[in-house]
């Protein structure tokens, strides 16, 4: 990838065009209310943070009686569709023009992304805790020693700060990196942001040059979070972010991952002239997303990493006033640096 800035021209023509996205456009705003919804419903039965939840919907007929079914299977037909859909989306991929813009500097449409959005966009993932508790019991904990966390892709700081704020550990780290100077900023402007616990820097995840964020060193970062930013990857950089997330690792140190799965809502819903590669698209704003499936998953960290567990937390969300589905596909896993490297 290159990250040189994209000319004036090309700058004008991405600014207008970002301006005239038509309302079919998938936007990365789309994703707001489905993404965070699902976590508003009390999970108080669930004790294993990769079971996702435990409301099945038995009785098709029930289905408007709540807000979310989880491990919601498809039937045939629904299938059937997505892969119309996926094959129209093959008929007609992006021009190579806008592939082009896309591609040589995604940073770009990011940091246009938190211009148009400030830090009011994500809400806190609060969900954090239930999911990945690891935080919770080793680093956080008044008794947990020296530890670092590292986010990569922190944007605004929604995950960094809902860590910060349950933090009870003197001795803890907590560094976030995003490769949008306008997302750091965000996170360094916040009244949240305690600069004894907390730091925040530009570093991008698939350096190819071997640089690493300000202030870390190799086999220095005890969790790595990764929260909806691998997905921002060309898969051509997949390995040279796997590299850098291992060398950053301490031997035994931990990735927590969650990102978007295969026929996930909105990889079905792109239109038109979005599609970048096989399951990669270019939203209307502009940013790029990919969907994975585990075994890919598995596939892209496991040749380094240990893979610990991959799930998919599958829901139907359900608009009752509406009268809408949407059928959400998230993959969730966990992977381990060798204690022995
Ligand atoms: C969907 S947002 C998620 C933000 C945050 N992790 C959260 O959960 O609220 C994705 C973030 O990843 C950042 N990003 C995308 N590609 C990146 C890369 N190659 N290196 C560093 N950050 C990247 C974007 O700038 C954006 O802030």
Known sequence: MTDK?????????????????????????????????????????????????????????????HNAWDHVEWDEEQAQIAQEKIAAQRENPVNDFDKHLYMTNPARYWDLFYRNNKSNFFKDRKWLQLEFPSIYEHATQPDSGKKVILEVGCGAGNTMFPILNANKNPELKIIGVDFSHRAVELVRESPEFDGKVCDADMWDLADETGRLPAGLEENSVDFIILIFVFSALAPAQWDAAIMNIDRLLKPGGQVLFRDYGRYDMAQLRFKKGRLLDDSFYARG?????????????AGIFGKILKVERVGTDRRLLVNRKRKLKMYRVWLQAKFVKDSLK
């Open 285 to 297: 704003d502009g940013t790029r997303v990919y969907f994975f499936t585990e075994d890919e998953l």
């Open 5 to 65: 800035p994209p000319n004036t021209g090309e700058l004008n023509l991405l600014e207008s065009s970002l301006n005239t996205i038509s309302l079919e456009d998938t936007t990365i705003a789309d994703e707001k209310v489905e993404e965070q919804s699902k976590w508003d419903i009390p999970r108080t039965e669930r004790d294993d943070p990769f079971q996702f939840g435990q409301r099945f919907l038995d009785d098709e007929e029930a289905v408007w009686d």
